[in-house]
C-alpha cells in the first residue's frame, strides 16, 4: 500500500511539472516556498525583492546567471533563495548598472558564492554602495568585465536545442551620448530552443530607439520590463519589435514612484501582452525546456 501510494504522489508530482507552453499555469498558492534545484527542466525566476531587480538564470548547461542582487538588504535573502535553489556557484554576476536597487546586494553574494565572472557597465559612479561591491570583487581577486552590443557571452548546444547568452547594451560607440545611468544598463538576451527572454535593466526610450535602429535580434517571448513599469519605458514600437506574449514587472508593493505606471500597462494591455507583477505575484518562476515555458509564482510570507 506505501508503495502505491508513493507511486501516486509521484505521478501527480511529474503531472504538476509539465510544460503548458505560454498559456501559462495557474499561479501557486501564497506561501510556497522558494523551488529547489532544477533538474529535468532550466529556471529563471524574477525574485520578489520589492522595489528592485534580481533575477536568476539557471541554464539548461548547469550554468548560472544572476542579473542584479536588489538593494542593500535583500543580500541575505537572495543567498538563502539562491542556496534553496540548489546553486553552489555563479557563471555570470552581472550588475545591469551602478544604482543600489540592483547592486546592492551584489557585494553579499560574492561573499557567500564561487563567482566566475562579474560584469558592470563601465561608467563613473561614486556611492558606497557600489564602492563596497567593487571591494568585494578585488577581494575575490575577480575584475569588473564591461560587456559591449554584440558580445555572445555563451553559445553553446544542450539536447539538441541552442543556447546562447547575447549581450544587445551598451554599444559603446553610442553610449557615451546617454546621460542617464538606467540608459547604461546591460540589456542581455536568453535563448534555449525555441524560448526566448529578454531582460533590460532600467534602460529606457532612448535606448529602445537605438536597439530598434540597430541588427540586434530583439524577439522574445518572455519580457522583463524596463525600469519598474516606468513609462520612461516599454514604448509601443518597442513591444511591437519584441513581440512577447509575457510580461514580467519587478515593482514594490506601494511604492513611491508609483510603478508601475498606467501608461506602461495599458500599453502592455493593448498589445495582449499577458503581465505578472512581483508586487502582486510575489516571486515569479518560468520553467522552459526549449520548446516551451510556463510559469508558476510563490509569495513569500
Known amino acids: 500500500m506505501a508503495g502505491i501510494l508513493l507511486l501516486v504522489a509521484l505521478l501527480i508530482w511529474l503531472a504538476g511539472c509539465q510544460l503548458t507552453g505560454l498559456k501559462n499555469q495557474p499561479a501557486t498558492p501564497a506561501g510556497v ?3 529547489g534545484p532544477a533538474t529535468g527542466c532550466r529556471l529563471v525566476h524574477v525574485l520578489d525583492v520589492g522595489q528592485a531587480d534580481s533575477i536568476l538564470v539557471q541554464l539548461p548547461d548547469g550554468r548560472n546567471m544572476l542579473i ?10 537572495i543567498v538563502d533563495y539562491l542556496h534553496r535553489s540548489g546553486v553552489q556557484s555563479i ?22 558564492f564561487p563567482v566566475r565572472q562579474v560584469y558592470m557597465p563601465e561608467i563613473s559612479y561614486d ?17 569588473v ?6 558580445q555572445v557571452l555563451l553559445k553553446d548546444r544542450v539536447s539538441d536545442q541552442e543556447l546562447q547568452v547575447e549581450i544587445l547594451w551598451p554599444d559603446p560607440r553610442r553610449v557615451l551620448f546617454f546621460d542617464e545611468v538606467n540608459d547604461h544598463s546591460i540589456i542581455a538576451r536568453v535563448s534555449y530552443g525555441k524560448s526566448s527572454f529578454l531582460f533590460t535593466g532600467d534602460a529606457g526610450r532612448q535606448v529602445e530607439e537605438a536597439l530598434l535602429s540597430s541588427k540586434a535580434r530583439l524577439g522574445a517571448d518572455v519580457l522583463k520590463v524596463g525600469h519598474h513599469g516606468s513609462n520612461s519605458s516599454t514604448s509601443n514600437a ?3 519589435a519584441v513581440r512577447p506574449q509575457i510580461a514580467v514587472i519587478s515593482a514594490g508593493r506601494g511604492n513611491d514612484y508609483g510603478h508601475p505606471h498606467r501608461e506602461t500597462l495599458q500599453r502592455l494591455i493593448k498589445n495582449k501582452i499577458r503581465v505578472y507583477r512581483t508586487d502582486q505575484d510575489g516571486t515569479i518562476v518560468f520553467t522552459c525546456d526549449g520548446k516551451t515555458i510556463a510559469v508558476r509564482t510563490a509569495k513569500h510570507n
Open 91 to 112: 557563471d555570470y554576476l552581472i550588475g545591469t548598472h551602478p544604482h543600489e536597487d540592483h547592486i546592492g546586494g551584489l557585494d553579499t553574494v560574492l561573499q557567500k
Open 33 to 35: 516556498a522558494g523551488p
Open 68 to 77: 542584479d542582487a536588489g538593494n542593500n538588504e535583500d543580500g541575505p535573502f
Open 238 to 240: 518597442f513591444l511591437r
Open 127 to 143: 556611492t558606497k554602495s557600489y564602492h563596497d561591491v567593487l571591494r568585494a570583487v578585488r577581494q575575490r581577486g575577480l575584475k
Open 145 to 150: 568585465l564591461s560587456p559591449a552590443a554584440g
